[in-house]
């Protein structure tokens, strides 16, 4: 039975550690594969466009995980749960690395892809153990060392694939998911109580919960905005450092390094939500957000100074994006202790459906309208956000 900590509590340092790690690996298997593309292209003797299944393939798959797996975390059971996943991931993962043609390859990635839903789990896990008190700060934890496990799957996967073969890559993702079993069984502690499983009525809590927490609605709105102003940016960035700076593809991997910056802010955005609240943290990201969308306006001017402010509101954006996910998941956690895994699971899978509708939406206005069109857009997305947000502070304060 799941219940509330005490309002300081924390997990130990080490079992935070631990799980942080196993989420950062969780989250690094998702984006591995978007560093393999043209070395699965040329080995498999397929056009470009079949290999990027490879890429799809996965995030299909961890979408599907969510809506399926992440809810039987509100049973206690996580310590099998995530001893399951990962030995799971292993599994699909050696089937991938010796995968003879793409077909099979495509399954292997989309099962993996659900398996490897660690990071959703974890999160909830934790949020067990923390007290209100607490939440952002434990939370920003979690979510800065994420940041590394992406960058970090994506360019060792890219070295493999490039120096040895794509394989590699697959093979030591099999290696590294079974350590995380063997991590998750031996070092995380055995619940007092499991819930049954109520199958199928676990697969309708998310929706329940999106139904009856107006907290946990507007938590997946402001995200939802937010990312899909984010997503949207990143899906065109490489157009606009084409065509503006005459920049390559190579270009974009230096201006992901924006994201060690926000490696250590986020933590700082964690101690804030704790110390104000969630929605005082809110109002300063979508101003920090409509910020961003005005930087990177200076785009247009082109040469270094463009270039420069580009980079900037890039940055901005990224910072914002991840200090709202911290205040918004604190907020959605303070609300019912024994449904944050069903929570979770509406919150994250709104906020990637407008993920994918931001990327489609803005490639669409840049091709049709240039670059002013997108930051318009992340700007539009954030003002929505803001106004809702005021109108709730507004009702709140009567």
């Not at 399954?107 to 008190?133: D, E, K, Q, W």
């Not at 996967?157 to 995380?180: K, P």
């Not at 914002?320 to 899978?349: D, F, I, K, W």
């Amino acid at each position: 039975m799941l219940t509330e900590a005490p309002p300081d509590a924390r997990p130990q340092t080490a079992l935070l550690g631990v799980l942080a790690v196993c989420s950062a690996v969780g989250v690094g298997m998702v984006y591995f594969p978007q560093a393999l593309l043209p070395y699965v292209a040329a080995s498999l003797q397929v056009p470009p466009a079949d290999a990027a299944l490879v890429v799809t393939a996965p995030q299909a798959g961890y979408a599907a995980g969510i809506l399926a797996v992440v809810p039987l975390g509100d049973t206690g059971a996580q310590r099998r749960l995530l001893t399951i996943l990962f030995g799971s991931v292993s599994v699909f993962a050696f089937t991938a690395a010796v995968a003879p043609s793409l077909p099979v390859l495509v399954l292997a990635s989309f099962l993996m892809g659900c398996a490897t839903v660690a990071s959703p789990v974890i999160g909830p896990y934790v949020a067990g153990m923390t007290g209100s008190r607490r939440l952002g700060s434990v939370n920003s934890v979690l979510l800065s060392v994420g940041i590394p496990g992406m960058i970090a799957s994506r360019a060792v996967a890219g070295y493999l694939g490039e120096e040895y073969s794509w394989r590699y890559a697959y093979f030591g993702a099999a290696a590294l998911a079974v350590v995380c079993a063997v991590v998750a069984w031996t070092r995380l502690p055995v619940p007092e109580s499991v819930e049954p499983v109520d199958f199928p009525g676990y697969l309708r809590r998310p929706l329940d919960q999106l139904r009856l927490r107006p907290g946990l609605r507007r938590s997946a709105f402001y995200q939802a905005c937010s990312f899909a102003g984010f997503t949207g940016t990143w899906a065109t960035l490489v157009l606009v450092l084409r065509d503006e700076f005459g920049l390559g593809a190579g270009a974009l991997g230096w201006v992901s390094l924006v994201a060690i910056a926000t490696m250590a802010l986020v933590p700082v955005t964690g101690r804030l939500v704790d110390r104000r609240s969630p929605d005082v943290v809110t109002s300063w990201i979508l101003a920090g957000t409509c910020a961003a969308a005005v930087l990177m306006l200076g785009a247009l001017l082109g040469g270094p100074l463009g270039l420069g402010l580009l980079v900037a509101g890039v940055l901005v954006l990224d910072v914002s994006m991840q200090s709202g996910m911290v205040a918004n998941v604190t907020r959605m956690y303070r609300l019912a202790p024994r449904s944050r895994s069903a929570m979770n699971t509406a919150y994250m899978v709104c906020a990637y459906a407008a993920g994918s509708l931001g990327s489609w939406a803005a490639v669409r206005l840049y091709e049709a309208l240039g670059w002013w069109a997108v930051p318009s857009f992340v700007a539009a997305l954030a003002g929505a956000a803001a106004l809702a947000h005021t109108r709730r502070t507004k009702e709140n304060e009567q």
